[in-house]
Nanobody, 118 residues
Framework: EVQLVESGGGMVQPGGSLRLSCAAS????????MTWVRQAPGKGPEWVSY????????AYADSVKGRFTISRDNAKNTVYLQMNSLKPEDTALYYC???????????WGQGTQVTVSS
């Protein structure tokens, strides 16, 4: 059974940092690109970042470029999202998903809440 379990969310002040993790199981993690998507209250899903199978190719939404860093550890079956210089507009439920915008997403985690507020 494929499972994606996010963790690391929480409440942080503007300018702060958080590191999200997504632990994968039930499939060959190193064979799949992984994506982070977020959804703010009352808004649709927003693609945040992508990393390819080996970790050498990454992509970011303009809204997070320069502040967020995606990475993966294939030995630990985990993908990460390091979020720095957080802004109130980063407040959202953050999901990891298996796949990419090009081929689609076939499995999603349950999400982890990030709240940026003073």
């Amino acid at each position: 059974e494929v499972q994606l379990v996010e963790s690391g969310g929480g409440m942080v002040q503007p300018g702060g940092s958080l590191r999200l993790s997504c632990a994968a199981s039930g499939f060959t993690f190193s064979s799949y690109g992984m994506t982070w998507v977020r959804q703010a209250p009352g808004k649709g899903p927003e693609w945040v970042s992508y990393i390819n199978t080996g970790g050498g190719n990454t992509a970011y939404a303009d809204s997070v470029k320069g502040r967020f860093t995606i990475s993966r550890d294939n030995a630990k079956n985990t993908v990460y999202l390091q979020m720095n210089s957080l802004k109130p507009e980063d407040t959202a439920l953050y999901y990891c998903a298996r796949g990419s915008s090009g081929v689609g997403y076939d499995f999603w985690g349950q999400g982890t809440q990030v709240t940026v507020s003073s």
